[in-house]
């Protein structure tokens, strides 16, 4: 069906060139649609407008609710048999990093850390050291935010989450 959306608006587009180059050019098919085809012409604007403006958005809006990850849900569905030790990362990173980091699985969206969906290997020894040292990128990560276990449990999280 979205084929179809997208597909649509082309061959009405198509359509217009064909009429217009085979008219005589842009005047000649003025002329054309303004003296023989005038109602025909003006059933097919009222459709097309009809198309694009409803049919479209409505193909769009009820496709929304079958696609994954347009919500939380499929990172729900994909920690639910995780570690204990996972899971408390996770609700740490949503109090301490989601603030900062950018990160599809908890639907964070910082603004000043770095997308942790974006930055190569992620592994836990990785995100652990960069809690205790602060970042390794423009020092804006205070270091030790995180201690012990917490920061173990968080570093899992990140690992086992990060760029999937």
Same mark, same amino acid.
């Given at each position: 069906?979205?084929?179809? $959306?997208?597909?649509? @608006?082309? #061959?009405?587009?198509?359509?217009?060139?064909?009429?217009?180059?085979?008219?005589?050019?842009?005047? $000649?098919? +003025?002329?054309?649609y303004l003296t023989r085809g005038r109602r025909a012409f003006g059933a097919l604007i009222v459709l097309t407008y009809v198309g694009i403006g409803i049919a479209i @958005?409505?193909?769009? =809006?009820?496709? +929304?609710?079958?696609?994954?990850?347009?919500?939380? +849900?499929?990172?729900?569905?994909?920690? +639910?048999?995780?570690?204990?030790? #996972?899971?408390?990362?996770?609700?740490?990173?949503?109090?301490?990093?989601? &603030?900062?980091?950018?990160?599809?699985?908890?639907?964070?969206?910082?603004?000043?850390?770095?997308?942790?969906?974006? =930055?190569?290997?992620?592994? @836990?020894?990785?995100?652990?050291?960069? #809690?205790? =040292?602060?970042?390794?990128?423009?020092?804006?990560? @205070? &270091?030790?935010?995180?201690?012990?276990?917490?920061?173990?449990?968080?570093? $899992?999280?990140?690992?086992?989450?990060?760029?999937?």
């Amino acid at each position: 069906m979205e084929i179809l $959306a997208f597909l649509v @608006p082309w #061959i009405l587009i198509g359509i217009g060139v064909f009429f217009v180059s085979f008219s005589g050019g842009p005047g $000649a098919a +003025r002329e054309a649609y303004l003296t023989r085809g005038r109602r025909a012409f003006g059933a097919l604007i009222v459709l097309t407008y009809v198309g694009i403006g409803i049919a479209i @958005p409505a193909v769009v =809006i009820a496709s +929304r609710g079958t696609r994954e990850g347009n919500s939380t +849900r499929l990172s729900q569905d994909k920690l +639910r048999d995780a570690k204990p030790d #996972i899971q408390k990362g996770k609700q740490l990173f949503s109090e301490s990093c989601a &603030a900062c980091h950018n990160l599809d699985a908890v639907n964070a969206r910082g603004v000043t850390g770095p997308d942790l969906d974006k =930055i190569g290997t992620v592994t @836990p020894g990785r995100v652990e050291n960069a #809690i205790k =040292i602060g970042g390794t990128g423009q020092l804006r990560m @205070p &270091a030790g935010l995180l201690q012990g276990q917490n920061a173990k449990n968080v570093a $899992a999280f990140v690992a086992a989450v990060a760029g999937k």
